[in-house]
């Protein structure tokens, strides 16, 4: 019985959409998402090992927010632990490529904390502070966590903590960040 509907293939967008909600829906039902990640205050794992795989370290925030505010572009800010194989994970796979490419090479500055050690950083408001300190002032409690901040650090979109579904996370960061474009760039 022909109803006269034409019944159209989904495009690849509206597939990776329903995927989605359906992940989103099977978490409201109690399955929840995979949030895969490192208490900062887990103990150590194994020693400390350069990685290799990193973004540029966090040293000078007051001047990235200067940069950010003149260029009107937003600061990606990863909180890691050296010992967290999920971060080497986001680092290799997505975030030190992003920050190799277009658009986000030229549209974010891309800056690496990490969230269990004092490494001493300028702040936003150009006073000296640690690493871990900026963890604790953002209430980071899990690595990977990624939050996408302005020139002042103030936050510009919803934090993407722990990895997340590993096919899905870099949507979720590419939304964070164009999300915080956009709010610059108003």
Not at 8 to 29: F, V, Y
Not at 114 to 141: C, I, K, M, N, Q
Not at 143 to 165: F, H, K, M, R
Request: hydrophobic share 45%; net charge positive.
């Amino acid at each position: 019985m022909e109803t006269g509907r034409k019944v159209r293939a989904a495009s690849p967008r509206r597939r990776t959409l329903r995927a989605i909600l359906a992940l989103a829906a099977a978490g409201a039902a109690g399955v929840g998402l995979a949030q895969n990640g490192t208490r900062i205050d887990a103990p150590a794992r194994s020693p400390r090992r350069p990685r290799t795989h990193a973004l540029p370290s966090a040293a000078d925030l007051a001047a990235d927010g200067a940069a950010s505010r003149a260029r009107r572009i937003p600061i990606l800010l990863f909180f890691e632990r050296e010992d967290c194989p999920y971060c080497e994970r986001a680092l290799r796979e997505h975030l030190v490529p992003m920050s190799a490419e277009a658009p986000w090479r030229d549209d974010a500055l891309l800056r690496q904390i990490e969230a269990d050690r004092a490494v001493p950083v300028v702040g936003f408001d150009g006073r000296p502070t640690t690493h871990s300190a900026l963890a604790a002032r953002y209430g980071v409690t899990l690595t990977p966590t990624v939050l996408v901040v302005d020139g002042t650090g103030a936050p510009l979109a919803e934090p993407v903590v722990g990895l997340l579904t590993a096919d899905f996370y870099g949507a979720y960061l590419e939304e964070a960040l164009r999300a915080g474009l956009a709010k610059l760039r108003r």
